[in-house]
């Protein structure tokens, strides 16, 4: 209990209350465990079971120590724990300058403005207005898990976005992605635009031909970006999509010419 007493930094050398997650100057009580934490992501990293933060009703003010009903403010010394609080999702957090809303229709705060995101109804999700028209549209698309982290996308304070493919995933997880591959994690489509690589390997191609014997085979390939088969010249590494013209294909069969009777 007594470690449970101490308070926690988001920035320990600037001497910033909260956790990795969260600036907040309170921690809360999980009823589940009755273990002062945070944030429900410090217990869920900590106890091998999830804290149902809907349950929250006490809070400990990591100033004073005063253990009260959570609130905006504490009772004792009267300090403000947290910059916005969410009396339905049991919400404390003391990031300046951070935008945070509650969706009704979604049951839970999402970082931004309530004037930059609408509620689409077919989605079950909270979308930016700027792509009111242009997202992909799917029943309960934030449903789902990042492709790369794990992380239930539904429940994250990450920034998500919606890639060519319509596929969901962290944007720091995408960045991080693009480090290392061009291709969706779920699908294989080209993450971005690639003119320019798909460019340089039609020029090399231009000024390479393959050893004699292989000229004249020819591989049955299917296209990750049009997701069409179609069939070109074979090749060791790469092969140009009938349909639309992207190298970024996978052969599913090589053909040999006949030999000779």
Partial sequence: MGEQ???????????ILGCPHYQVKAKVLAQCCSVWVPCR???????DHSMD????????????LEEQPLGQQCQKCKATMARYFCIKCRLLDDGPGKKVFHCDQCGICRSGSSEEFFHCKGCDACVATEYRDSHGCREH?????CPICGEDLSDSTQTIVQIACEHLIHESCLQQNLKYSYKCPLCSASL????????????YLQVSSMPQKYQNRTSRIFCNDCRQRSAAKFHFMYHKCGQCSSFNTVVVGVSSPASPA
């Fill in 141 to 145: 698309i934030l449903h789902v898990d």
């Fill in 53 to 64: 933060r809907f349950a929250v009703e006490q809070m400990k003010c990591m100033l004073c």
């Fill in 192 to 203: 971005c635009n690639m003119d320019a690589l798909f460019g340089a390997i039609e020029r």
């Fill in 5 to 15: 007493a101490e308070p926690t930094y988001h920035d320990k050398e600037q001497q």
């Fill in 41 to 47: 992501f410090c217990h869920n990293d900590m106890q």
